[in-house]
């Protein structure tokens, strides 16, 4: 700003959010909703609701100067359609560009009949509704055809003068087969597709639509949608790999470790190769193909139907309006209905000569024009009057726009010595938004509420430089606006890599808090293999051999389970190997009893060793009884003196008078264990016992 008081650009600035926040409330009171479209479940209802206001505003008694305004609408209108009979308004490049005039052309040849197609922002047609404005412009037009009427969204209206076309159920189906995001385009087409049917199809496809118990699913995503796409993604991307890595292996220990698992004789080199090799692999091949796969999955590149505006779209609307002011300082949008009748222009022109004038005065340009979601501008009136300036060569002066549609009145001075920011920030409400009886009216009063304007004009403190504002706010970029980005740019894609990473953690947390239950309740039938602190009491002289079969069994699961090939030393893996040998190719049920003791000795060892115990000797009275303490001359039979050199447990060692009946016998015979000839290399460590059974094994 060249110059312009105490308060600055920035607080204009502010001032302009401020005003366009309380815009949106009162726009928001005034339609009691909740934004310009209404989508998802209640789009039908929004609708029906629509035309009931219509249909109340028909039986408010218009006006002269509001039937005038139509009469001048319509008649611009017929003219437009007398030079091409597809009229694609100018004021929607961000949703239905002018140039997709030509696709309207080749759709509307296919009807059958002639056919003229307006498309028209959705408040054109002001109070009455758009049969009317159909009719009206049939009157001027003076041709028969189907007249059909569009706006930003779909077909809302088409009659048939002279001849003979399902116009309203072709309406009818057009507006209940498509989603709301469909677009005019998609719309018409469907429109036209009924139309070419006949009546009869058109009837019964109308009844079918009206009957249909849910309504179409929406053709396009938005910018949230794609943001939890992206978010799903970066979940999969690491989630998934991380789940394998760490739950695979997690899986695999408590399957051979639970209670009840079958014994498994295999060694761990299978199942150190999957872990170091194969599993890794598997997790990064999930991760690729995710990553490639996602895209062509979540393949939308677009949020809405629109066609990409040119730049001639982007330029139309505001070179007419430009033209137009060039000639008049009033301009009315012809394709709306006219706020103004000619004694209030002819008053507006003499009292802008008279500032012109006046001191510190200069041109006003007065622009009525609606500002829409779907113009250039983005319905950002100080854009559109900053593109209007620049197009007029930057004339100065005071550019005011005043929507027919809403009834808002801006006001931006441009290069004249008066108060800018009193003009923009303390414009009263009266003026810039109306009263209760300014929105009440078909012209919002728009013609008292400028001559107001006029006399604050007047009244604005002159400052003494002339005063420009800063460059408007940017508005959204209109060509690339509905473009999604792609998975990997949006912003939630980061978020979900990280999450991805909790989840596969949370997963695996409670995974193991499950299987932990399920080894809990395990256990009460199948328990675990006893301590070695406890085997000595436990442990009978006399087994039978369906106990030592249930205790091999549970032994041998307990040593596979906790066996790890890739940690396993010298000791460890040779036990592991003997007690494998002796089951090998066989059924625990079909082991005699003393292979039987020997695979549990063995297996008992190995998990020792595994566990870090150095012992090389079992108990030489019972070897069930677990690792030895040291050796002693030792009784073994009541009815004789001989002893023998026999390592002892702890137990035996405290009491050596029991020995004797703690002697361990095989059934069903009762022999003793060291008679056996596979047992017999027992008492002299467990790698005699394991070279013993290799022998046996190898010899048969």
């Given at each position: 700003?060249?110059?312009?008081?105490?308060?600055?650009?920035?607080?204009?600035?502010?001032?302009?959010?401020?005003?366009?926040?309380?815009?949106?409330?009162?726009?928001?009171?005034?339609?009691?909703?909740?934004?310009?479209?209404?989508?998802?479940?209640?789009?039908?209802?929004?609708?029906?609701?629509?035309?009931?206001?219509?249909?109340?505003?028909?039986?408010?008694?218009?006006?002269?100067?509001?039937?005038?305004?139509?009469?001048?609408?319509?008649?611009?209108?017929?003219?437009?359609?007398?030079?091409?009979?597809?009229?694609?308004?100018?004021?929607?490049?961000?949703?239905?560009?002018?140039?997709?005039?030509?696709?309207?052309?080749?759709?509307?040849?296919?009807?059958?009949?002639?056919?003229?197609?307006?498309?028209?922002?959705?408040?054109?047609?002001?109070?009455?509704?758009?049969?009317?404005?159909?009719?009206?412009?049939?009157?001027?037009?003076?041709?028969?055809?189907?007249?059909?009427?569009?706006?930003?969204?779909?077909?809302?209206?088409?009659?048939?003068?002279?001849?003979?076309?399902?116009?309203?159920?072709?309406?009818?189906?057009?507006?209940?087969?498509?989603?709301?995001?469909?677009?005019?385009?998609?719309?018409?087409?469907?429109?036209?597709?009924?139309?070419?049917?006949?009546?009869?199809?058109?009837?019964?496809?109308?009844?079918?639509?009206?009957?249909?118990?849910?309504?179409?699913?929406?053709?396009?995503?938005?910018?949230?949608?794609?943001?939890?796409?992206?978010?799903?993604?970066?979940?999969?991307?690491?989630?998934?790999?991380?789940?394998?890595?760490?739950?695979?292996?997690?899986?695999?220990?408590?399957?051979?470790?639970?209670?009840?698992?079958?014994?498994?004789?295999?060694?761990?080199?299978?199942?150190?190769?999957?872990?170091?090799?194969?599993?890794?692999?598997?997790?990064?091949?999930?991760?690729?193909?995710?990553?490639?796969?996602?895209?062509?999955?979540?393949?939308?590149?677009?949020?809405?139907?629109?066609?990409?505006?040119?730049?001639?779209?982007?330029?139309?609307?505001?070179?007419?309006?430009?033209?137009?002011?060039?000639?008049?300082?009033?301009?009315?949008?012809?394709?709306?209905?006219?706020?103004?009748?000619?004694?209030?222009?002819?008053?507006?022109?003499?009292?802008?000569?008279?500032?012109?004038?006046?001191?510190?005065?200069?041109?006003?340009?007065?622009?009525?024009?609606?500002?829409?979601?779907?113009?250039?501008?983005?319905?950002?009136?100080?854009?559109?009057?900053?593109?209007?300036?620049?197009?007029?060569?930057?004339?100065?002066?005071?550019?005011?726009?005043?929507?027919?549609?809403?009834?808002?009145?801006?006001?931006?001075?441009?290069?004249?010595?008066?108060?800018?920011?009193?003009?923009?920030?303390?414009?009263?409400?009266?003026?810039?938004?109306?009263?209760?009886?300014?929105?009440?009216?078909?012209?919002?009063?728009?013609?008292?509420?400028?001559?107001?304007?006029?006399?604050?004009?007047?009244?604005?403190?002159?400052?003494?430089?002339?005063?420009?504002?800063?460059?408007?706010?940017?508005?959204?970029?209109?060509?690339?606006?509905?473009?999604?980005?792609?998975?990997?740019?949006?912003?939630?894609?980061?978020?979900?890599?990280?999450?991805?990473?909790?989840?596969?953690?949370?997963?695996?947390?409670?995974?193991?808090?499950?299987?932990?239950?399920?080894?809990?309740?395990?256990?009460?039938?199948?328990?675990?293999?006893?301590?070695?602190?406890a085997l000595p009491l436990s442990s009978p002289a006399e087994p039978a051999e369906s106990y030592?079969?249930?205790?091999?069994?549970?032994?041998?699961?307990?040593?596979?389970?906790?066996?790890?090939?890739?940690?396993?030393?010298?000791?460890?893996?040779?036990?592991?190997?003997?007690?494998?040998?002796?089951?090998?190719?066989?059924?625990?049920?079909?082991?005699?009893?003393?292979?039987?003791?020997?695979?549990?000795?063995?297996?008992?060892?190995?998990?020792?060793?595994?566990?870090?115990?150095?012992?090389?000797?079992?108990?030489?009275?019972?070897?069930?009884?677990?690792?030895?303490?040291?050796?002693?001359?030792?009784?073994?039979?009541?009815?004789?003196?001989?002893?023998?050199?026999?390592?002892?447990?702890?137990?035996?060692?405290?009491?050596?008078?029991?020995?004797?009946?703690?002697?361990?016998?095989?059934?069903?015979?009762?022999?003793?264990?060291?008679?056996?000839?596979?047992?017999?290399?027992?008492?002299?460590?467990?790698?005699?016992?394991?070279?013993?059974?290799?022998?046996?094994?190898?010899?048969?």
């Open positions: 700003m060249t110059a312009g008081g105490e308060r600055g650009l920035p607080a204009m600035r502010a001032a302009r959010v401020d005003r366009t926040r309380q815009r949106v409330e009162r726009t928001r009171q005034r339609v009691g909703g909740t934004g310009r479209r209404v989508g998802g479940t209640g789009r039908r209802g929004a609708r029906l609701l629509g035309g009931l206001a219509v249909l109340l505003a028909l039986f408010a008694t218009a006006t002269p100067s509001a039937r005038a305004a139509a009469d001048t609408q319509a008649a611009y209108l017929a003219e437009r359609l007398r030079a091409d009979p597809v009229y694609v308004t100018d004021q929607l490049p961000r949703e239905i560009p002018k140039s997709t005039t030509p696709s309207f052309e080749r759709l509307a040849h296919r009807t059958g009949v002639p056919t003229y197609v307006l498309v028209l922002p959705s408040g054109a047609t002001g109070t009455s509704d758009g049969e009317a404005l159909l009719g009206a412009v049939h009157d001027r037009l003076g041709e028969d055809g189907l007249y059909v009427l569009l706006d930003d969204s779909t077909v809302t209206d088409a009659t048939a003068y002279g001849v003979s076309a399902p116009a309203d159920d072709a309406v009818t189906v057009a507006f209940y087969e498509l989603p709301y995001d469909a677009g005019p385009l998609r719309s018409f087409e469907r429109f036209v597709d009924v139309v070419a049917g006949g009546a009869e199809k058109a009837a019964a496809r109308a009844r079918a639509a009206r009957d249909a118990d849910s309504e179409p699913a929406d053709l396009y995503i938005g910018p949230t949608d794609r943001d939890n796409q992206a978010f799903l993604t970066g979940l999969a991307i690491t989630g998934a790999p991380l789940t394998l890595v760490l739950l695979v292996p997690y899986v695999r220990r408590w399957r051979r470790r639970r209670p009840g698992a079958p014994v498994s004789l295999k060694k761990g080199t299978a199942h150190s190769r999957w872990t170091k090799l194969a599993l890794p692999t598997a997790a990064v091949a999930t991760g690729l193909a995710i990553a490639v796969t996602a895209p062509h999955v979540f393949d939308e590149t677009t949020s809405s139907a629109s066609p990409r505006p040119r730049a001639i779209d982007l330029n139309a609307r505001i070179d007419r309006v430009a033209e137009g002011l060039a000639r008049d300082a009033v301009y009315q949008d012809p394709e709306s209905p006219r706020a103004l009748d000619e004694a209030q222009v002819e008053r507006l022109r003499t009292r802008i000569e008279a500032f012109g004038r006046s001191e510190g005065g200069g041109p006003v340009r007065l622009l009525l024009v609606p500002q829409l979601y779907e113009d250039e501008s983005g319905a950002d009136e100080e854009n559109f009057a900053y593109a209007v300036r620049d197009k007029l060569d930057g004339e100065d002066g005071v550019y005011v726009v005043a929507d027919p549609l809403s009834g808002y009145i801006d006001v931006f001075n441009y290069g004249l010595a008066l108060d800018s920011y009193s003009l923009l920030f303390d414009l009263p409400e009266s003026i810039s938004y109306g009263d209760d009886k300014a929105d009440a009216a078909d012209d919002h009063r728009l013609g008292e509420r400028l001559d107001s304007l006029m006399t604050l004009l007047d009244r604005t403190e002159r400052t003494d430089e002339p005063t420009t504002p800063g460059d408007p706010y940017p508005v959204t970029d209109p060509v690339h606006e509905d473009d999604l980005p792609s998975l990997y740019a949006a912003d939630d894609f980061t978020p979900g890599l990280v999450m991805g990473t909790f989840a596969a953690a949370a997963l695996l947390g409670l995974t193991a808090a499950a299987l932990g239950v399920t080894r809990r309740l395990g256990l009460r039938r199948h328990p675990a293999p006893l301590t070695a602190s030592l079969r249930a205790t091999a069994r549970s032994e041998l699961r307990a040593m596979t389970a906790e066996f790890d090939e890739e940690t396993a030393d010298t000791r460890t893996r040779n036990r592991y190997d003997a007690a494998i040998l002796l089951v090998h190719g066989e059924e625990l049920d079909d082991l005699a009893p003393a292979a039987l003791v020997a695979v549990i000795v063995l297996a008992r060892a190995a998990r020792a060793a595994t566990a870090g115990d150095d012992s090389t000797l079992c108990c030489g009275v019972n070897p069930l009884h677990g690792p030895a303490r040291t050796s002693r001359h030792v009784r073994v039979s009541a009815g004789s003196t001989r002893r023998r050199m026999l390592p002892l447990c702890p137990v035996c060692l405290d009491d050596p008078h029991r020995i004797p009946a703690r002697l361990l016998r095989l059934p069903p015979d009762g022999t003793p264990y060291y008679e056996d000839e596979l047992l017999s290399a027992t008492p002299d460590g467990f790698t005699k016992l394991g070279r013993r059974v290799r022998e046996a094994t190898y010899a048969e």
